[in-house]
């Protein structure tokens, strides 16, 4: 009896070793999330992606600056069961600074607006749905972009730019990142004096920095395609010398220069 009682702790023990090794050597980084896809960015329309930006503009523009954007960050919702729902992955408080501070330096971006759920009145996150309320807060540029992680060690940001009053794509941004060996997550927590090797070391921010540098010199390439508007003269008022156009940027900026010769 004893013997038997033995071989059955014997054989239980080596059960539960044996199922002890398998999950262990089954643990893989796998997305918790769904992804938000270039057709989702898209909204139906055909786009080329590459790296930093891309202008899909064929012709110049036009009076396209001085513009207020809008940015909305994208996330999706769902699994291989569920049907996908895009969602505004936005914290205005936080965005709303960061990507002012991106543009503090262009005279010609008036003002950036982190979408919110409350400017969505009530209707689903979609491109046509974003664009309309875009349109409501009286915006020229539209900015909706995602923020992709396949592995612990990469970042991808994912972005098209659009011209809102057409709906129509003026650009399409794309960033990557990869960090051999990320920082630990509790790092970022506990360790407060880590701050530059976790900015250099974390492949999100190194995603996100090369992805608002790509916004930089996209809108800077779409500014050197743009013909100021004709000036309107205010009905009553007569000047007393010539009305001259508006120039975004500034002529002296080298990198303006460049951009203007290219075209």
Not at 89 to 103: G, I, R, T
Not at 239 to 249: F, H, K, S, T, V
């Amino acid at each position: 009896m004893i013997r038997m009682q033995t071989i059955l702790a014997m054989f239980f023990a080596l059960v539960v070793f044996t199922a002890g090794c398998e999950k262990k050597s089954s643990i893989v980084f796998v997305p918790t999330y769904t992804e938000v896809e270039w057709d989702d960015l898209a909204g139906g329309q055909p786009i080329e992606v590459g790296e930093d930006f891309k202008i899909t503009l064929t012709e110049r523009t036009k009076g396209a600056f001085p513009a207020s954007v809008v940015v909305a960050r994208l996330a999706a919702k769902g699994d291989e069961d569920q049907e996908k729902k895009l969602v505004l992955d936005m914290k205005p408080e936080v965005d709303f600074l960061a990507w002012n501070s991106v543009f503090d330096d262009f005279r010609s971006i008036s003002e950036v607006f982190p979408l919110n759920e409350m400017a969505m009145d009530g209707s689903d996150v979609s491109v046509i749905s974003i664009l309309d309320a875009a349109e409501a807060l009286k915006a020229k540029l539209l900015l909706v972009y995602t923020e992709v992680f396949p592995t612990v060690h990469e970042a991808e940001i994912r972005g098209a730019l659009y011209d809102v009053s057409s709906g129509r794509i003026m650009a399409v941004l794309h960033s990557d990142a990869y960090v051999e060996h990320p920082v630990a997550m509790n790092a970022r927590i506990d360790d407060h004096d880590l701050a530059e090797e976790i900015e250099q070391r974390d492949p999100r921010l190194i995603g996100v920095s090369k992805f608002e540098e790509s916004a930089r010199n996209c809108l800077l390439a779409l500014m050197a395609n743009d013909d100021p508007a004709e000036p309107v003269v205010p009905e009553g008022w007569v000047p007393d010398r010539e009305i001259e156009r508006l120039i975004w940027p500034p002529l002296e900026d080298s990198k303006y220069r460049e951009l203007r010769r290219r075209q």
